[in-house]
T-cell receptor, first 113, second 119 residues
Framework: GENVEQHPSTLSVQEGDSAVIKCTYS??????FPWYKQELGKGPQLIID?????GEKKDQRIAVTLNKTAKHFSLHITETQPEDSAVYFC????????????FGTGTQLKVEL | DGGITQSPKYLFRKEGQNVTLSCEQN?????MYWYRQDPGQGLRLIYY???????QKGDIAEGYSVSREKKESFPLTVTSAQKNPTAFYLC??????????????????FGDGTRLSIL
């Protein structure tokens, strides 16, 4: 089955700096890669996603890049703000796999003032 | 407001007891999912259902059971056979993919979870 690895497990940045979280996947049949933000005591919230026919996608301060050859994808947050502090999860879904998501182990992002 | 409602927010189970977690959605989604989240770990799939009256085991189905009698509802029962039930349980739903296998590769939307503890 699919295996998703996520790094780093914790990330601390100064407000206004950029943050980058990286994930790798094992199954070349994966074709959908969402990113979720989870605040304490809440469910994960979808913040951006990318499909395998696209190399990059951007939504305001958030961007995701995908390298299918290397089987890795990354989340980029620019101009970080304290409200960006949360746990971020990457995930991958295999084509024709019933929309089952395999999640990374999460990154605790802390944006310091 | 459309969304996914999980209840209760906190639940306690005694040894040997079955407990049922509720998940209701009004998003008109066909597919629904149950995940388990342990501290410092990602989400692991317990069961999923792509359509009413049909469901499949996920990666960690042992000790759990589900039903899908209505499109809006996908309750999860944690049975006494689940020896380590303490965790945060998350329910999600998604719409079916366009021109793809049913429920394929569409965003999943999550509820706010139920935290289950052992007394």
């Amino acid at each position: 089955g699919e295996n998703v690895e996520q790094h780093p497990s914790t990330l601390s940045v100064q407000e206004g700096d950029s943050a980058v979280i990286k994930c790798t996947y094992s199954d070349s049949a994966s074709n959908y890669f969402p990113w979720y933000k989870q605040e304490l005591g809440k469910g994960p919230q979808l913040i951006i996603d990318i499909r395998s026919n696209v190399g990059e996608k951007k939504d305001q301060r958030i961007a995701v890049t995908l390298n299918k050859t290397a089987k890795h994808f990354s989340l980029h947050i620019t101009e970080t703000q304290p409200e960006d502090s949360a746990v971020y999860f990457c995930a991958a879904s295999i084509r024709g796999g019933g929309n089952k998501l395999t999640f990374g182990t999460g990154t605790q992002l802390k944006v310091e003032l | 407001d459309g969304g996914i409602t999980q209840s209760p927010k906190y639940l306690f189970r005694k040894e040997g007891q079955n407990v049922t977690l509720s998940c209701e959605q009004n998003l008109n989604h066909d597919a629904m999912y149950w995940y388990r989240q342990d501290p410092g770990q990602g989400l692991r799939l317990i069961y999923y259902s792509q359509i009413v009256n049909d469901f499949q085991k996920g990666d960690i189905a042992e000790g759990y059971s589900v039903s899908r009698e209505k499109k809006e509802s996908f309750p999860l029962t944690v049975t006494s056979a689940q020896k380590n039930p303490t965790a945060f349980y998350l329910c999600a739903s998604s719409s079916p993919g366009q021109g793809a296998p049913r429920g394929g590769n569409q965003p999943q939307h999550f509820g706010d979870g139920t935290r289950l503890s052992i007394l």
